[in-house]
């Protein structure tokens, strides 16, 4: 594998913060009282924020103002991130190893306004250049949109480029886009994984591909 180019997402991948989104997302339905069944978190796993609450509030029958509920839970994860938001367990040291090796991309189906917030607690751009949000795109993932974008911007070819992602939307729109694939760990169980290159719980697994 001749790789010049390594795209990391963010939520789950770079940052821990699945756990995060599903206590905050628990206590916003809970208001409306509805309990999540633990089989669909893997529904919401890397959605963009507007298909998450589109998906939810039909699946689940909320009756409320969308406009409402959005900001009620944007509300609700703003105060888990700020209790609570880190990195993921050794994505900065694998960072440094990759550091001027290869090209660095951040994709997200974040939209920007997230991804500022989250930016200003932990620093985000230090570490990405090149970001795609989902604002940046027509079609969010699973569409391989995203990816193809940042790949065209970065100027490689998918032959080339290694994706990191952690759910189940992230890793069909890495696949669709053409590039290899690892999947980490801690967001959705492996079974549920599409098939990927490999499967690692840390990112320190990786200095022996890369």
Request: one cysteine or more.
């Amino acid at each position: 594998m001749k790789l010049k180019a390594i795209l990391f997402d963010l939520d789950g991948t770079v940052i821990d913060s699945e756990h995060l989104y599903q206590k905050a997302e628990t206590k916003l339905f809970k208001e409306y009282g509805v309990e999540i069944p633990d089989n669909d978190w893997k529904i919401f796993r890397g959605c963009s924020e507007q298909n998450f609450y589109t998906i939810s509030m039909d699946r689940y029958n909320i009756k409320e103002q969308r406009k409402i509920f959005i900001e009620k839970g944007r509300g609700y994860i703003k105060k888990e991130f700020e209790s609570s938001l880190h990195f993921k367990k050794t994505f900065k040291e694998f960072y440094n190893y990759i550091k001027g090796k290869y090209k660095i991309g951040l994709v997200t189906a974040s939209p920007i306004h997230s991804f500022n917030y989250v930016d200003k607690i932990l620093g985000i751009r230090k570490y990405f250049n090149n970001i795609i949000t989902n604002d940046d795109c027509k079609n969010s993932k699973p569409h391989p949109e995203p990816y193809i974008i940042m790949m065209n911007n970065l100027q490689v070819k998918p032959k080339e480029t290694l994706i990191i992602e952690d759910s189940i939307n992230g890793i069909l729109s890495a696949k669709s886009s053409g590039a290899h694939v690892v999947s980490i760990t801690g967001s959705v169980d492996i079974k549920d994984m599409p098939k990927v290159y490999a499967i690692i719980d840390d990112f320190n697994e990786l200095k022996a591909i890369v």
